[in-house]
């Protein structure tokens, strides 16, 4: 099968396309024909090497997250040959950037019938993500007002779009070039982080940092008493801020989520594309080949929405 594999760890250019085993699946296990992947952050931080003694030290390993495709042979008695499934793997057990996947049955779920399989593949990662932190871990609920920064980003777009669902009541954060877009999600007030601050004259019981950018101090003012500030990236720079963010997570109002693949949720968010309550939105597609660019114009940023990954 072809995949694109790292030579080494580090740049974009490491991404060199050949042809591998196709890998063969054990007991529980699904082979698909991978149709689709995303680009997401973890897979750069993956691609630099900081996962490297699971990920391998002296081989070539396939890397990538996202997946949706058709199921070509099941060892999972969820799944038959012919069946069109979307799902994610765990960052430093991801392969989907090649033409056959091996997934475990247990996390996958069927594609939205509605959706292409680029619009399906962009979805897993981040709505799971969106779901587990404003929802499980946020207790986001109907009236709630809740400030998500980052709200156009792969993240902050589907989570805007849940806390609509909710009927929570959203202030969202991003740059002016995208302001419309959050509009156009269902903010219901954008703050432009270029020129301006989170509004002083509002207290969220919920903030969520879909950016990764925003430390406890940051954010306190905003919060009401006994608000909750949840976040997916610790904002680290350097060592000073590594252990202000160490000693911030034992705060009990500041919660780490790390996302977890799961096939109910998934299917909730399945439900949720079909009537079209979420909207995925492709920034732009990519082809297998050129994994390497669409890395690049993922740390470039400055798009709305997601990167797609087209498999053919
Ligand atoms: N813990 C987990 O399981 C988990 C899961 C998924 C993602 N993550 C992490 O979460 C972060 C976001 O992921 P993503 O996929 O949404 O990335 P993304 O698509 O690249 O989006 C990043 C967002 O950050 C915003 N941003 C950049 N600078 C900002 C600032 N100064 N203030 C406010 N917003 C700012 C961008 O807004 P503009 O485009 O408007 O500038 C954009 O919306 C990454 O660090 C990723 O690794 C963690």
């Known amino acids: 099968m072809r995949a694109a594999v790292l030579a080494h760890y580090g740049s974009p250019d490491q ?3 050949k042809a591998v085993d196709t890998p063969k699946p054990e007991e529980g296990q699904v082979l698909i024909r991978n149709r689709a992947s995303s680009v997401n952050p973890v897979d750069v931080v993956v691609r ?22 058709t199921v070509v042979r099941s060892r ?43 619009e399906a593949a962009i979805t897993p990662l ?16 109907a009236g709630d007002h ?9 993240v902050g777009y589907m989570a805007v ?37 989170i509004p002083t004259d509002k207290r969220y019981p919920l903030i969520f940092d879909a950016a990764g950018r925003m430390t406890w101090s940051d954010t306190e003012a905003s919060l009401t008493d006994e608000g909750l500030l ?10 000073s801020s590594a252990v202000t963010a160490a000693v911030d997570l034992t705060w009990p109002r500041m919660k780490l989520v790390i996302l977890q693949a799961n096939a109910p949720e998934l299917a909730m968010v399945k439900g949720l594309l079909e009537r079209r309550i979420l909207k995925p939105h492709v920034a732009q597609t990519f082809l297998l080949e050129e994994i390497g660019l669409a890395h690049r114009r993922l740390e470039e940023g400055g798009f709305v929405g997601k990167l797609a990954i087209a498999i053919d």
């Open 15 to 17: 991404f060199v396309i």
């Open 48 to 69: 630099k090497g900081a996962f490297r003694l699971v990920t391998g030290l002296f081989n070539e390993p396939i890397i990538g997250c996202d997946y949706c495709g």
């Open 76 to 118: 999972s008695s969820r799944f038959k040959a012919g069946d069109e499934v979307f799902g994610v793997l765990s960052p430093a057990d991801g392969h989907a950037y090649a033409e056959f996947v091996v997934i475990d049955g247990a996390t996958a779920v069927l594609k939205p019938a509605n959706l292409s399989f680029t």
């Open 126 to 141: 981040t709505a799971l993500t969106a779901w587990q932190s404003l929802v499980v871990a946020g207790g986001l609920k």
């Open 146 to 154: 809740v400030l998500i920064n980052g709200c156009t980003g792969g």
């Open 161 to 197: 779009q849940i806390a609509k669902y909710v009927g929570a009541i959203v202030t969202g954060t991003c740059r002016g070039a995208h302001m419309a877009f959050a509009r156009e999600l269902g903010c219901d007030t954008v703050v432009n982080y270029e020129s301006e601050s």
């Open 230 to 239: 949840v976040i997916i990236r610790p904002h680290v720079d350097n060592l």
